[in-house]
């Protein structure tokens, strides 16, 4: 498998490509990392030095990619935070490319937006592009709750209004969504759960909630979830697999007392999942 993955970079901890590149590796799949930005470290430390990348830069290395005839290759075009309004066309417009060029090829979109508890964190125009341009071009997205939510004009929350809403995601235009933190009220103490939603059904896997808040993790999630359900096409494997390796990921992140994820010394978990959690078939 060969992805071609238009994201950020960092010099400093992981986040983006630098989030997940190496686990998308470590499961043998083949990279081709085109970088968004080049910061020193993430914003949420509140400051950062180095520069967003102009799109028109961007736009001439994916070129320069397409120029060495790598495009009937690449299987999967995997994007994530987007930092600035002129990014998104330069995304579609490789999307479009690529699949001219391998028409089996699929996009997968991480709708970065916010979350509940911090609302949205990018620029007022972000959201828009998204939900209007992106997003109907996709073949996979993965939000978390809040970012469906916004994508649809819903307000999801049990397991019947997220299916819902991931319904309307959907008719959108992508045929698979995977919802990275669906938080119920029904649901068990000190418990997480990620749905997926595709044509053959939905699955929901739960896990404990770590009292930790790591960068990155979402963006090892949606990189981790398409490689293997891509490779497989069995949603439920994908999330099981998926949920374990994170899961492991972010304790070994806990225990160490540091605020960067540890993406190298948890690599055993993305190369041999202990699959701890069963994906349960809710249609």
């Not at 590149?21 to 180095?50: C, D, K, M």
Request: aromatic share 6%; proline share 6%.
């Amino acid at each position: 498998m060969k992805i071609l993955s238009i994201q950020s970079a960092v010099a400093f901890g992981h986040v983006g490509n630098s989030a997940a590149v190496f686990p998308l590796q470590r499961i043998g799949v083949e990279v081709v990392p085109v970088y968004t930005v080049n910061f020193s470290n993430h914003t949420g430390y509140g400051a950062w030095r180095g520069p967003m990348i102009d799109p028109s830069d961007v736009s001439e290395v994916i070129a320069g990619v397409e120029d060495r005839g790598v495009f009937p290759q690449i299987d999967v075009i995997l994007s994530g935070y987007q930092g600035g309004e002129g990014i998104g066309d330069v995304i579609i417009d490789a999307v479009a490319r690529v699949k001219a060029a391998n028409p089996h090829a699929i996009y997968a979109c991480d709708p970065v937006m916010g979350n509940a508890k911090s609302g949205c964190f990018v620029a007022p125009a972000i959201p828009i592009l998204l939900r209007e341009r992106v997003v109907p071009v996709a073949d996979i997205i993965t939000p978390n709750q809040f970012e469906l939510g916004f994508l649809t004009e819903t307000e999801p929350d049990t397991i019947e209004s997220t299916l819902a809403s991931a319904d309307l995601a959907r008719a959108m235009g992508p045929s698979t969504v995977l919802v990275t933190s669906v938080e119920r009220p029904d649901r068990e103490t000190d418990t997480i759960e990620m749905m997926v939603v595709t044509d053959a059904g939905a699955w929901i896997v739960q896990t404990p909630k770590l009292p930790i808040k790591a960068n990155g993790s979402g963006d090892v999630t949606a990189a981790l979830f398409t490689a293997h359900f891509v490779r497989t096409g069995d949603a439920a494997d994908a999330l099981a697999r998926t949920a374990s390796s994170v899961f492991d990921l972010l304790t070994k992140t806990l225990e160490s007392g540091d605020r960067e994820l540890q993406l190298v010394e948890s690599q055993e978990f993305y190369a041999h999942p202990q699959m701890q959690f069963t994906a349960r078939q809710v249609r």
